[in-house]
């Protein structure tokens, strides 16, 4: 990476251009990241996460089995490892988990993560990084507990320039994988996608687990998709044979800060367009329309799963409220006027032609997981998307982002 930001004068820049509101705001959210930095913290200084380590000290083993009987699931502490941790949703899922004291084993190729996500973790003694290509066997010395599997590309350019390795990553990348969960003994997630519902159909909008799809296997989006419905056929086939434990998530549509620039999606080009005064390049006539969930709901109800006795399929997970292109160059707007303040220009709108094997639309139904798990999404979009774009903004004026562009051009 050729430029780092500095965190330091990035964070109180930041803070001296919000208003009152935002400053207390951002405050709350900072606080209850401290509380969760002290919870570890705590658990650490009474030795209750080391006794893996220094067995033989009987406070300790004392302090471990008092502390285990009332602490909350998340806080047993362990052994986690992440695939894809480099990339938008492995970076906050590592966050997630090692505020929460876990160990994490955090897996990348780098092909489209940034080390600049996991920058926070580098040097944390609970934190070890492998740069390692999926497609390629895994083995990892000591226990493990849970596998997160998120390692692979969804990005329309991705499947267009290199289908063969998107495919190859969902199929040798996630046997791979598993063959690691069953040498470990260790819980499997995998990361799936509303693409295995495959092009929605409107009388089968919004899109339960029960509508078996609509794919084909020569599109656009096929390496993805198929790639998808077969590493799920995968995870069926080792806990069937191999009584491996398997938890399946289908993830919609999901936004936030550390989101790929070079990936092709609509969230950060439709951002970055509006920061930089450029116009918003809407493709067809404006009316196809999308759900995006925030990225700390994704984390939440990945974690959820994980945890759950729930066997009986993949699971959805996304924000059930669909909005058009039109009603998200708005709602980016919305957000960006709030960024720049006295320094906000408006942006118009470029309308380019449709897409083949573009989905009109795309909303989930999530009953199952509100009802195995209790899980829905709690952040409102205008929320998020000031969150996401405060980050770009961020990054754009420490001209980062200009690097990690030519860098995905490179690619
Ligand atoms: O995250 C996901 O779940 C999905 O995201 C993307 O698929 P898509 O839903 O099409 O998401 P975007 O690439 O963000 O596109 C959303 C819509 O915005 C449109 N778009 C995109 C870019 C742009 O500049 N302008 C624009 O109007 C697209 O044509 C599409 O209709 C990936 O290509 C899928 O593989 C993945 O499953």
């Keep these: 990476m050729s430029k780092q930001p500095n965190v330091a004068q990035l964070f109180n820049e930041q803070l001296e251009q919000m208003g009152f509101d935002a400053r207390a705001e951002y405050m709350q959210r900072q606080f209850s990241n401290v509380m969760h930095e002290l919870q570890g913290s705590i658990l650490e200084a009474l030795g209750v996460y080391d006794f893996g380590e220094n067995p033989d000290g009987s406070l300790k083993e004392h302090l471990k089995s008092s502390y285990e009987d009332w ?20 970076s906050h899922l590592v966050d997630f988990l090692m505020k929460r004291g876990h160990s994490v084993v955090a897996i990348d190729n780098f092909s489209t993560g940034y080390h600049m996500n996991l920058l926070n973790w580098m040097d944390h003694k609970n934190f070890v990084l492998y740069t390692h290509d999926v497609r390629l066997p895994l ?13 692979g590309s969804a990005s329309l350019q991705d ?27 260790a819980r499997f997630l995998l990361a799936s996608s509303c693409g295995a519902y495959g092009f929605p159909l409107w009388h089968r909008n919004p899109q339960s687990e029960n509508f078996l799809g609509s794919v084909k296997t020569f599109g656009r989006r096929a390496c993805h998709d198929e790639g998808k419905r077969v590493a799920e056929s995968l995870c069926y086939a080792y806990a069937k044979q191999h009584k491996v434990e398997v938890r399946i998530a289908r993830i919609f549509n999901t936004f936030g800060p550390r989101m790929r620039i070079g990936d092709g999606r609509v969230i950060p080009i439709f951002i970055l367009q509006c920061l930089r005064g450029e116009c918003f390049t809407v493709i067809g006539d404006g009316n196809t ?13 990945l974690v959820e799963l994980m945890l759950s006795d729930y066997t009986g399929g993949p699971m ?12 998200i160059t ?32 795309r909303n ?23 969150e996401t774009v405060e980050w770009f903004a961020a990054m754009e004026k420490e001209n980062w982002l ?10």
């Excluded at 990348?173 to 003994?185: D, I, P, Q, V």
């Excluded at 960006?336 to 906000?344: E, P, S, T």
């Excluded at 200009?402 to 690619?411: L, P, S």
């Design 316 to 327: 959805n997970f996304g924000k059930e409220e669909e909005y058009n292109l039109i009603e």
């Design 159 to 185: 499947c267009m320039i290199d289908p063969t390795s998107i495919l190859t990553t969902c199929f040798q990348g996630t046997m791979n994988m598993l063959e690691l969960a069953r040498n470990c003994n």
């Design 139 to 151: 083995k990892i010395e000591g226990a493990v507990d849970q596998i997160f599997h998120l390692a």
């Design 71 to 90: 602490l909350p699931p998340y806080s047993r502490r362990m052994r986690v490892v992440v695939t894809g941790a480099a990339g938008f949703v492995g």
């Design 330 to 361: 708005e709602i980016v707007t919305k957000a960006v006027r709030k960024v720049r303040g006295d320094k906000f220009r408006p942006t118009k709108i470029t309308f380019l032609p449709s897409r083949k094997d573009d989905p009109m639309m």
């Design 289 to 301: 329309s999308r759900s995006l969930m925030y990225i700390s709901d994704l984390i939440d109800g």
């Design 402 to 411: 200009y690097d990690v562009e030519k860098e995905d051009d490179r690619r």
């Design 364 to 386: 989930p139904d999530c009953a199952l997981a509100r009802e195995q798990l209790g899980w829905s999404t709690k952040v409102d979009i205008d929320q998020g998307m000031l």
